[in-house]
């Protein structure tokens, strides 16, 4: 049922939890989560009405509305307390709009929320850099290849005292610079032959950005570093 890359958020899903899938859309992942018997209890949040209520007629169909909670809501706000809600998943959307939902989110939401399992379609380094920030550590990281696309999850657990992240490892993430798996080097491998390109035409353009030339090369370095 699960796509290549909802299957790896799925499996950062610790055992035993209470998950708010937040723009579950479809809500796959709860109803996989649910009826493997991963979670005890989901809350798929969504913030369009469409698919809430699309949603919500799959899971009375599956016969899963005891354990699984469709609410209509914008971000953390589907979460009350009470929920006991301990890890959070966001996934499927830009880097931007996950900061942003986190950003929002208020003391009670997170009031439980021990673990998040965050998967940007871009803009990774936004989302390492509000986890850090924020007392998160990041604890696992996954990087998979669907459909022409490179996706990569990031699941952060809460801590003291968070470690600062080098600028390469909130570039490339810490834990997939240490496993270093094929998808994550030839990811790396076409950006670095995107970014020699790039410095090579910059050298005809009329207008030097410098700014741009310095920032290219210090991405070539720690790619270069890495691989
Ligand atoms: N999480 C699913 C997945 O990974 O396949 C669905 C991803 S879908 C591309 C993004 C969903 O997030 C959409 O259904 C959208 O309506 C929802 N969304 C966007 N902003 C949201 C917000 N602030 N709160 C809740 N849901 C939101």
Redo the contacts with the bound molecule.
Sequence with gaps: LLSKR?QAVYQMVDKDTRVA?????HAYLPVELIENDVCHFAIA????KG?MSRSKEDVEKFGLSNNIDVRLG??LAVIKADDQIDTVVI???GGI?IQN?LTRATEEQLSHVKTLVL?PNIGEPLVRHWLVENGFEIVDEDIVNEEHHVYEIIKAGRVDKTKPLTEAQFLMGPVLMTKKSPTFVAKWQHKLNGYHKALENMKHAKEIDQAKIDLMNQYIKYIKEIL
């Excluded at 899938?21 to 859309?25: L, N, Q, R």
């Excluded at 949040?45 to 369009?48: D, L, M, P, R, S």
């Design positions: 909802l899938d937040i723009g579950s859309d949040g969504e913030v369009a698919p914008d971000g996934a499927g959307m709009l939902i998967q």
